[in-house]
């Protein structure tokens, strides 16, 4: 197998949501249907899934909870970890703050956002 970007395969992985999200694939009951918003703790099962049964690339689930000064703001979030040190997040465009990343996908090491995290 060619070597692949896990940057690459996360945003193929995040298409392929998107895609059945617009076309309608998920009933609206179903939680994917809201995909980005919400969607972090089931979208990390699927990703570590399919990056295990795939690419045979082992990732631990993190978690923690967001908090803000407008207390409607606080949420819970999740996101995967690789190799004790890569974050992998195919749900970072629903903070407001990440709008920047063009495919709302962060993939790197911990930035102030998940380290000011709190109940890791």
């Not at 629903?94 to 790197?108: D, L, M």
Request: hydrophobic letters at 30%.
């Amino acid at each position: 197998m060619l070597p692949i970007s896990v940057y690459n395969i996360a945003v193929t992985f995040r298409a392929a949501i998107l895609d059945a999200k617009y076309n309608r694939k998920f009933d609206s009951r179903d939680r994917m249907s809201n995909f980005p918003g919400g969607c972090c703790d089931d979208s990390c099962d699927l990703l570590a899934y399919y990056l295990y049964s795939v690419y045979d690339i082992r990732t631990k689930q993190g978690n923690g909870r967001y908090y803000d000064n407008d207390p409607n703001n606080t949420t819970n979030h999740a996101w995967l970890v690789m190799d004790d040190s890569t974050i992998i997040d195919i749900t970072v465009d629903q903070f407001e703050f990440f709008s920047k990343y063009a495919e709302g996908i962060y993939v790197g090491k911990e930035k102030s956002f998940y380290k000011h995290l709190k109940d890791k």
